[in-house]
């Protein structure tokens, strides 16, 4: 069954509350000049959770360097929760804690700009974390002066405490808006990452999660609203586990991250400097990681599924395991991470957002699990187009895709087609009838670059 993809009336709702909204709030641009592209990052959370320690953070520095994921782009590397101690000091500045990170924070960024990298961490816009330490309510602009003093280059802000900030739509905006606002009085460019809350409503795949509050914006958020508030902005129902689809504190997986792109925001929204955030991924991580996870992980065809999509829907990529061992333990996974061919599509410098071009479910309802299978692009520069045909269907399946789906006239274009995996060229005659055809594995993609032959 072909489901459609416009969804008119659910937009349409939104767009008339979004109006109001529109008219209530004032805007404040960020203003900061970072993400032009999205951010190429490693965090700490997905496998060491709260038991980051410098030691680690120093030692993953120099694993980018020689496992090459930094002469790709991978350029942050983001500390998350629990490097802090949980109180603040006499004067109200937040503790880094000493027995993890002895030298302090200033250090680690000192080593880590030497290395040609960044410093990322971590706070909440609320009074408490999800993590170990505080959250920065009636902190905002001493903790924005802390971490600029540190030499913090990405600020991953979580929202952990909806009893203490509200996730009314006006409410939490204003909360956002006045920490972008402290970053930007520091003087010091700091990309600003957050992640905002909003109930889930019962209909198509979010009626699993319908009354729950979610990692979403408010649907209220016009684009331009968001746009003005902040580099990168979560979009998810649950946080990203290691497995393709399963029960975990929640029902969760990769696949739920992708339908939440999908519901819980507009594709459209990402643009340069402000980008749809799918979450940290878990590429890589086989099942050894802090976060939830199916036994063993995902397999191989599944993390290249993971990270093909994030990539086309223009996501930050934010690695998320141990790279310290990647290279000895799984050297074909590293492989697929640094895959240049991957990185350009989400790096693209033309900075335009994906859409989905196509979806078949098995069942008249819409569902995480009732989706087979999906096509989605993204347009890009010198009037190209990358394409992901992802199969989530348990059998093998052909998947199509036609070059007028991705704006292409093959009346006056000659077209060049690239296997993106495969890393090569494929013969003339592959895009011959105006469309793309390939049998595609259980939980896997086929991914190709097309260009318009000059």
């Known amino acids: 069954m072909c489901v459609c993809v416009c969804m008119y009336e659910r937009k349409r709702t ?29 965090s700490s959370w997905n496998f060491f959770a709260n038991g980051v320690n410098e030691s680690v953070v120093l030692e993953t520095a120099d694993a980018l360097i020689s496992t090459g994921l930094r002469a790709v782009g991978y350029e942050y590397v983001n500390i998350d929760a629990g490097y802090l101690l949980h109180s603040r000091d006499a004067s109200g500045h937040l503790q880094v804690n000493p027995e993890k990170f002895p030298h302090g924070m200033k250090f680690v960024a000192d080593q880590l700009h030497a290395k040609g990298l960044k410093l990322g961490v971590y706070t909440d816009i609320s009074n408490r974390s999800c993590g170990i330490g505080p959250g920065s309510l009636g902190h905002y602009d001493t903790d924005a002066q802390t971490f600029a003093s540190w030499g913090v280059d990405y600020l991953k802000v979580d929202y952990c405490g909806p009893q203490y900030v ?11 808006q006045a920490l972008g606002e402290a970053l930007n009085r520091t003087g010091r460019p700091i990309y600003y990452s957050i992640c905002p809350h909003t109930y889930a409503p019962n209909a198509s795949t979010a009626a699993l999660y319908a009354g729950d509050l979610v990692y979403s914006p408010p649907f209220a958020w ?15 129902y649950v946080n990203s586990f290691d497995m393709w689809y399963g029960k975990a504190y929640k ?20 643009t340069k400097g402000s980008w749809n955030d799918a979450d940290m991924l878990q590429v890589c991580n086989y099942g050894k990681g ?26 930050p990529l934010i690695l998320g395991f141990d790279v310290r061992s990647i290279a000895k333990d799984h050297p074909d996974c590293l492989a697929l991470l640094t895959n240049p061919e991957v ?54 399946q052909e998947l199509t895709v036609s070059m007028s789906d991705l704006g292409f006239d ?15 060229t494929l013969p003339p005659n592959t895009l011959s009838g105006g469309y793309f055809a390939a049998l595609v594995p259980p939980h896997d993609v086929v991914m190709l670059t097309i260009a318009v032959k000059s």
């Open 14 to 42: 939104m767009k008339l509350v979004a109006l109001v909204f529109l008219l209530a709030a004032p805007s404040l641009q960020l203003d900061n000049g970072l993400g032009l592209t999205p951010p190429l990052a490693w």
């Open 166 to 176: 509200s996730p009314d739509a006006s409410i939490q905006y204003q909360h956002w």
């Open 222 to 236: 016009t684009a331009d609203q968001r746009h003005s508030l902040a580099n990168s902005i979560l979009v998810e």
């Open 251 to 270: 029902t969760g997986g990769i696949i739920t991250n992708i339908d939440a792109m999908l519901y819980m925001t507009q594709l459209g929204y990402s």
């Open 290 to 315: 802090a976060t939830p996870h199916s036994p063993g992980g995902m397999t191989l065809s599944e993390y290249r599924a993971h990270y093909a999509v994030w990539s086309v829907m223009a996501s």
């Open 343 to 396: 990185v350009a599509v989400n790096q693209d410098p033309a900075g335009l957002p994906a859409f989905l071009v196509s979806q078949e479910t098995n069942s008249s309802t819409v569902t995480s699990i009732s989706i087979t299978s999906q096509v989605l692009a993204r347009p890009l520069q010198n009037k190209g187009a990358a394409v992901v045909l992802l199969n989530r269907a348990e059998f093998t």
């Open 410 to 424: 093959t009346s006056k274009d000659v077209l060049v087609a690239r296997d993106v995996f495969q890393r090569k």
